[in-house]
């Protein structure tokens, strides 16, 4: 029995070891994000915004950017915590060999504002949530 609890912990870490979000998979300067946006395709929908490059590095990288205007800072990190990790399980789904800047779409920063509280729209916004408008965004690229 203790063999078996622990070839499953084994199987879950090598797992999610494969999934890896490694510093090498950040866009973590300025001259980074700028050169995604000059020469990026954008992509929107409701919730999110996403410019994309190619890259020569063969593998994906991901920058992430929320605004002031989102929240305050808790809310703004819930967000990319959020959007990282969408990011980081879905590395096999995406196109490699790009860097993709992800943001939070103006739209819905506007449209919770004026609804109700910021921090209660983005406490009731789930992973799963973001992780299927991560992904739709990439569906309608095919």
């Known amino acids: 029995m203790v063999s078996s609890e622990y070839s499953t912990h084994q199987l879950t870490i090598t797992k999610n070891m494969q999934f890896s979000f490694s510093k090498e998979k950040r866009l973590v300067n300025n001259k980074q994000f700028k050169a995604v946006?000059?020469?990026?395709?954008?992509?929107?929908?409701?919730?999110?915004?996403l410019y994309m490059a190619e890259n020569d590095c063969g593998y994906?990288?991901?920058?992430?950017s929320v605004s002031k205007s989102c929240g305050n800072a808790v809310v703004r990190n819930r967000l990319k915590r959020l959007l990282r990790e969408?990011?980081?399980?879905?590395?096999?789904?995406?196109?490699a060999g790009f860097d993709y800047l992800l943001m939070i779409s103006p739209q819905w920063a506007k449209k919770t504002d004026e609804a109700q509280s910021k921090k209660d729209a983005v406490r009731q916004l789930t992973f799963e949530q973001v992780k299927d408008s991560f992904l739709a965004l990439f569906r309608g690229l095919k």
């Open 37 to 49: 946006l000059a020469r990026g395709l954008r992509l929107s929908n409701g919730l999110l915004t």
């Open 86 to 95: 969408a990011f980081r399980q879905s590395q096999d789904r995406i196109p």
């Open 60 to 64: 994906s990288r991901l920058g992430v």
